[in-house]
């Protein structure tokens, strides 16, 4: 048998300017990605909109004009369709996205049935919490939130000013039995934080869920 994982008390250095705290956490092209997967998500829904008013024009507008329209015709129905798309569809789209993107912390919370962890009720863990986040350059630490599942997990998650680090039932016990493992899975979720991954994962779950 080995000798069990130790956990280091001495703090990382801090980072350099521009320097990523987690080689795990999202590189900087990512946010080309994100800024991708919003487009396509808002040209996905100027699609939709366009092919919804074809199928309208064909089959309830073109039955109720007894014949097709000239190409000059059809030209200013669809330009006049594309446009009340982007007037009317996108500004509704952007609110649910908002609305979604301001719910999530409730959605998880209620999908992960989180509670708040009490320090007094684990000092050690939270001594171990609290070394991490130095570790990550967040001070203070993130309010930590309990799920009551049995799994040994993390997720960053929260709002701008209010980020929140879920861990699974089990990371206590992981803390004891597999401390590197645990401090490995505590970093690359605060790593999210300080690296400013949150919000912009959430607002793109969001905009493609609207």
Not at 24 to 47: D, H, I, K, W
Not at 68 to 83: E, I, P, V, Y
Not at 126 to 147: M, Y
């Amino acid at each position: 048998m080995g000798r069990p994982d130790k956990l280091s008390t001495r703090p990382s250095p801090p980072p350099s300017a521009g320097e990523r705290v987690n080689p795990f956490a999202f590189p900087a092209e990512t946010n080309q990605r994100f800024t991708l997967l919003l487009l396509s998500g808002l040209m996905l829904t100027v699609s939709i909109g366009t092919i919804a008013f074809s199928t309208f024009y064909r089959f309830i507008v073109e039955p109720l004009l007894g014949g097709r329209l000239t190409d000059a015709q059809l030209d200013s129905l669809f330009t006049a369709g594309n446009l009340l798309t982007f007037l009317v569809l996108l500004p509704w789209i952007g609110l649910v996205t908002y609305l979604v993107y301001r719910r999530h912390p409730v959605a998880l919370r209620r999908r992960h049935r989180l509670t708040p962890f009490d320090p007094a009720s684990d000092p050690r863990f939270q001594r171990a919490l609290e070394r991490f986040a130095l570790d990550a350059h967040l001070k203070p630490l993130p309010q930590v939130e309990l799920s009551s599942g049995s799994l040994a997990d993390g997720q960053a998650f929260g709002l701008p000013g209010r980020y929140r680090l879920r861990l699974g039932g089990r990371s206590r016990l992981l803390l004891r039995k597999r401390p590197r493992l645990f401090r490995a899975i505590v970093l690359h979720e605060l790593a999210h934080i300080a690296n400013g991954d949150v919000s912009r994962t959430y607002l793109t779950q969001a905009l493609w869920r609207s």
